[in-house]
Nanobody, 122 residues
Framework: QVQLVESGGGWVQPGGSLRLSCAAS???????MAWFRQTPDEERRFVAG?????????YYADSVKGRFTISRDWTKNVLYLQMRSLDAEDTAVYFC???????????????WGQGTQVTVSS
């Protein structure tokens, strides 16, 4: 059983940066992992993903390309999301997800963290 715990959320001014972390317990080296985000008015949406350690391919939503970077530390079983040039539209609850296969759809992921709030405002 994989357990995921996010951290690093908070409040930041527009243009600022935050780094989210997702600590994973269990055997996740062969899992793809990803970040999704959700607001009260929208469904959970894909932000960034990374395939298992043997491939380490990364994928990004168009809205975050060039601003967000996903990475993972295999030795510590931690997934990161470095976010830069944040704006109000990035405000959401950010969720970490893990599964054997990568997919853009949230319904394809079966292991989820509890989420961490990111608020971008002045």
């Amino acid at each position: 059983q994989v357990q995921l715990v996010e951290s690093g959320g908070g409040w930041v001014q527009p243009g600022g940066s935050l780094r989210l972390s997702c600590a994973a317990s269990g055997r996740v080296s062969r899992y793809a992992m990803a970040w999704f985000r959700q607001t009260p008015d929208e469904e959970r949406r894909f932000v960034a993903g990374i395939t298992w350690s043997g491939h380490n391919m990364t994928y990004y939503a168009d809205s975050v390309k060039g601003r967000f970077t996903i990475s993972r530390d295999w030795t510590k079983n931690v997934l990161y999301l470095q976010m830069r040039s944040l704006d109000a539209e990035d405000t959401a609850v950010y969720f970490c997800a893990a599964d054997l296969n990568f997919a853009y759809s949230s319904s394809s992921w079966h292991q989820w963290g509890q989420g961490t709030q990111v608020t971008v405002s002045s």
